[in-house]
């Protein structure tokens, strides 16, 4: 049994436990004619999140003094979504910076400042799945506050909850993402010409260049056998290849393997016109 504290909306409560600690939850319908001193009981209850850090309580408090409680209780409805969807438990400091970052973006909409995405194209193929979470957060806001925000916020939302999920933070989810963009600018830049955002080419030159970042990144060697037929009938690919390994290598302050090279040579050749 639980008792409420605040009522956030009809699917959200602040509420304390049978040992008085407080916690969110998140239920359909759990919060509807609800108030302060009611009881929960446990059944109706879909999700129990407790910030436990000394840290993201005091920032947690200050948010419920300054967010408006329609937008917090949405954003615990979306991470509850994300925690389901993805299989795994979420940074406890996502309940802060969530709904931080949509009551902002709200009040930049409702002032008519709307800020673009410069990494949108990319985000949408990195990470898919936070993207179409981030999507349902954007048609909750529309549909709760009759508020419209453009889909480079859900760009923002998807950068915000899979930074949660991978336990990593904001910063270095944006610099992988960023980096990827760069890569696609400097193959861009040797081809000569713009690659089609919307084509399979596309899917799957972001996608390769993300786990080649990723394997960089950990130190992971990839076997390649056919390296010296890349090498040889491969040149342009695989000398621009090179310079994308350059880039990585700047960003990351680790050497990309010959036999990454060659991968890249590959997903870059099929770029190239015959």
Not at 32 to 48: H, N, R, T, V
Not at 93 to 104: E, G, Q, T, W
Not at 114 to 137: Q, S
Not at 250 to 257: D, H, R, S
Request: glycine content about 6%.
């Amino acid at each position: 049994m639980y008792r409420v504290v605040k009522v956030l909306n009809n699917n959200v409560c602040m509420a304390y436990d049978q040992n008085k600690v407080e916690c969110i939850l998140v239920g359909k319908g759990i919060g509807f004619g609800k108030k302060q001193g009611d009881l929960i009981k446990g059944e109706s209850i879909e999700k129990a999140f407790y910030v436990k850090s000394a840290e993201n309580k005091i920032k947690f408090s200050d948010l419920m003094e300054k967010v408006r409680t329609d937008v917090i209780g949405i954003s615990e409805e979306v991470i509850a979504m994300a925690e389901k969807i993805k299989g795994k438990k979420l940074n406890e400091h996502v309940h802060i910076a969530l709904a931080d970052h949509l009551a902002f973006a709200i009040e930049r909409i409702s002032m008519g400042i709307d800020i673009k995405n410069p990494f949108i194209a990319e985000i949408k193929v990195l990470y898919k799945e936070d993207f179409d979470i981030a999507k349902k957060a954007l048609e909750m806001v529309k549909e709760r506050l009759g508020i419209q925000l453009p889909e480079d916020e859900a760009g923002f939302i998807a950068l915000h909850l899979h930074a949660a999920v991978e336990n990593m933070g904001l910063s270095m989810t944006l610099k992988n993402t960023r980096l990827v963009s760069s890569l696609v600018l400097i193959i861009e830049r040797n081809l000569l010409k713009e690659i089609d955002r919307d084509s399979l080419d596309y899917l799957r030159l972001v996608t390769h260049l993300r786990f080649a970042i990723d394997r960089v990144d950990k130190g992971m060697g990839v076997a390649n056998e056919l390296l010296p037929t890349i090498k040889k009938k491969f040149k342009r690919a695989y000398k621009i290849a090179e310079e994308v390994a350059e880039e990585i290598q700047k960003e990351l302050g680790k050497k990309v393997p010959e036999e990454e090279k060659g991968y890249l040579a590959i997903h870059i050749q099929r770029l190239l016109p015959n």
